[in-house]
């Protein structure tokens, strides 16, 4: 089983939309990150948190440190926002940290 | 200028041949990692080198090895390529700051066909 489960695999939503994907995680974290995976392949991190929630224009970021569940909402969804989103658990170790990732979410959205 | 890039964008190679993949950073950061990625199953750590002289094997270590010539490079080779080592590769970096957030910056990624 995956440290890093993520949900749903795909997503398809009509623009405008308000778009949920959601991401559970096994082990003690340090931190969770989201990234986004553009079409041509950059990848670029969108958030990164241990508590509460984090908002960067209609992006929206949650996480439960109880559950080890975390949330990424993106509000009034539109074309642009077609990517394959990433969650990502940072392990702490001795000298540093390191990712664990989920498969990632790939979404579509029509205009 | 990018502050991560690889070399080569692309290689298509043939079974049993040498290649290394090149990863260079103008972060000035000290942490840096390789993954790679196969769709279905998302990004995986090849090896990761917190400073010059720390390096570590990742999930996914056997088939390849790793030289961190200075802080700004880290190279992935694979002495004997076979084909189910055909996938994209990413670098990335992060820097070393205590107690906060360390983001990870990613090169754009080396598209490797091994025939």
């Known amino acids: 089983k995956n440290e890093v489960e993520q949900s749903p695999q795909n997503l398809t939503a009509q623009e405008g939309e308000f778009i949920t994907i959601n991401c559970s995680y096994s082990v003690g974290i340090s931190a969770l990150h989201w990234l986004q995976q553009h079409p041509g392949g950059g990848i670029v991190s969108l958030f990164m948190?241990?508590?509460g929630k984090k908002k960067h224009g209609r992006l929206i970021a949650t996480i439960n440190i109880q559950e080890k569940h975390s949330s990424l909402h993106i509000t009034a969804s539109h074309p642009r926002d077609s990517a394959v989103y990433i969650c990502a658990a940072e392990l702490r170790e001795t000298s540093g940290s390191r990712l664990t990732f989920g498969e990632g979410t790939q979404l579509t959205v029509n205009p | 200028d990018a502050d991560v890039t690889q070399t080569p964008r692309n290689r298509i190679t043939k079974t049993g041949k040498r290649i290394m993949l090149e990863c260079s950073q103008t972060k000035g950061h000290d942490r840096m990692y390789w993954y790679r990625q196969d769709p279905g199953l998302g990004l995986r750590l090849i090896y990761y080198?917190?400073?010059?002289?720390?390096?570590n094997k990742g999930e996914i270590s056997d088939g390849y090895s790793v030289s961190r010539q200075a802080q700004a490079k880290f190279s992935l080779s694979l002495e004997s390529a076979i084909p189910n080592q055909t996938a994209l590769y990413f670098c990335?970096?992060?820097?070393?700051?205590?107690?906060?957030?360390?983001?990870?910056?990613f090169g754009p990624g080396t598209r490797l066909t091994v025939l």
């Open positions: 080198s917190f400073d010059v002289k720390d390096i």
């Open positions: 948190l241990s508590s």
């Open positions: 990335a970096t992060s820097d070393a700051i205590p107690g906060a957030y360390n983001e990870q910056f």
